[in-house]
C-alpha cells in the first residue's frame, strides 16, 4: 500500500498520513478478530476525527481517494478470507470482520469528502475577497482619477463653438477616449465582483447593474413563473447571456432606459432584453464579427437547444430574445 500511495498522493506528508491511516484501519480489523464484535458506526467516525489532518484535504483528489479506499478494501477483503478461512464456522466471524473495514474506510472516506469541501469553500472565500479588494482599489484609485479628469474636459469643453479649432477637436477627442476608458474599467469592475444568480435571478441582474455605476439608466425587470423548475446550471447560463446584452447595451447602445423580462414556465424559459439606445446594423456587425457578444451569445443558448436573436437597426434601439427548452420538454421541429 505504500507504494500505491506514491502514485496516489502528491506529497511526502499525504503519504505517510496515508500509511497511518491503513495502519489504523487494519488495527479495526484486528480489534474484530480478537473480539468477534464488528466496531459501531460512532466508534469508527470516532476513530477517524481523532487522527485527521486538515492539510490531506488539498494533497489527496477525490478519485485519488476513492481509488485507494477501493484497493485497500479489496486488499484485506482477500486476506480475512485467506486468515480466517472459508467454512462456515467462520462465516459470522469474517462477516463481522469486513463491517469493520467498510465502516472504518467508510468513516474517513466521508470525513476527508467533508474537510475538501470545506477547504475548497475557504480557498473560493479567500479568492473572492482579493478579487472585490482589487475591484474597490481600481475604483478608487483609478476610476476616480479618470472621472474627474473627463469631467474638467468636459467643463472646459462647454467654452467651445458650434465651430471648434483644431486644438479643440482634440481636447474633445481625448475627453471620448477617457469616456470610453471608464466604461472599459466599469467592465473590468463588475467583472472582479463576479456577480452570480444564487438562485436568485433578479437578485443578480440588479447587482450586476448596479456594480456599473451608471444611475442614470432606467432598469425595469419583469421576472414572472417559478426559477425553481430550472437546473442551476440551465439558470446560470441564462444569467450570463442577460448579462452579456446588458453589458452591450450600457457600454455600447448609449441608452437610457433597459427592459428585462423573463418567463418561466414547466417546460421552457422565454427571455428578453430591451434597450432605447442608438442601434446598430445586426447583419453587418455579424459579418464583421464586431463586438456586441453575439456570437458567443447565440452559442450558449444554442447549446442548451434554445433559439437566440437580436434584432436592432440604427437609431430605434436594440431587442435580444432567447428561448430555453427544459428538460422534458417537447421541443417543434
Not at 97 to 111: D, G, K, N, P
Not at 198 to 221: C, S
Not at 260 to 265: I, P
Not at 308 to 330: E, K
Request: net charge negative; with cysteine.
Amino acid at each position: 500500500m505504500q507504494q500505491n500511495g506514491n502514485a496516489v498522493l502528491h506529497h511526502p506528508s499525504g503519504r505517510r498520513f496515508s500509511d497511518l491511516q491503513v495502519a489504523l484501519v487494519l488495527d479495526d480489523c484486528a480489534q474484530t478478530l480478537r473480539t468477534g464484535r464488528a466496531i459501531t458506526v460512532d466508534e469508527a467516525d470516532g476513530a477517524a476525527r481523532r487522527t485527521v489532518d486538515q492539510r490531506v484535504g488539498l494533497l489527496v483528489d477525490q478519485p485519488a481517494m476513492a481509488q485507494a479506499s477501493a484497493l485497500l478494501f479489496e486488499t484485506v477483503a482477500i486476506v480475512l478470507r485467506d486468515v480466517i478461512g472459508t467454512d462456515s464456522d467462520s462465516a459470522a466471524l469474517r462477516g463481522e470482520a469486513l463491517l469493520t473495514l467498510y465502516r472504518s474506510v467508510h468513516a474517513r472516506w466521508q470525513l476527508h469528502t467533508r474537510q475538501h469541501a470545506s477547504l475548497l469553500a475557504t480557498v473560493q472565500k479567500v479568492a473572492e475577497a482579493k478579487r472585490h479588494t482589487l475591484a474597490r482599489d481600481v475604483h478608487d484609485r483609478v476610476g476616480n482619477n479618470i472621472s474627474l479628469a473627463m469631467r474638467q474636459l468636459e467643463l472646459y469643453a462647454l467654452s467651445f463653438g458650434e465651430e471648434p479649432t483644431q486644438e479643440q477637436r482634440t481636447v474633445l477627442n481625448a475627453r471620448d477616449t477617457l469616456i470610453g476608458t471608464l466604461l472599459q474599467l466599469r467592465e473590468l469592475i463588475t467583472w472582479l465582483h463576479d456577480p452570480r444568480t444564487d438562485g436568485n435571478l433578479r437578485a443578480g441582474i440588479e447587482t450586476f447593474v448596479e456594480a456599473m455605476q451608471m444611475p442614470e439608466v432606467r432598469l425595469a425587470i419583469d421576472v414572472d413563473g417559478d426559477e425553481s423548475l430550472v437546473d442551476p446550471e440551465i439558470l446560470e447560463e441564462l444569467f450570463l447571456v442577460l448579462r452579456e446584452c446588458l453589458l452591450n447595451a450600457l457600454v455600447h447602445a448609449q441608452a437610457g432606459a433597459l427592459t428585462v423580462r423573463v418567463n418561466f414556465e414547466e417546460d421552457e424559459v422565454t427571455a428578453s432584453v430591451e434597450d432605447d439606445g442608438v442601434g446598430f446594423d445586426v447583419h453587418e456587425a455579424s459579418v464583421a464579427r464586431r463586438g456586441h457578444g453575439l456570437i458567443s451569445m447565440t452559442e450558449r443558448v444554442t447549446q442548451l437547444g434554445g433559439r437566440f436573436q437580436l434584432t436592432s437597426r440604427p437609431g430605434s434601439g436594440t431587442r435580444a430574445s432567447l428561448w430555453i427548452p427544459l428538460p422534458g420538454a417537447v421541443r417543434d421541429a
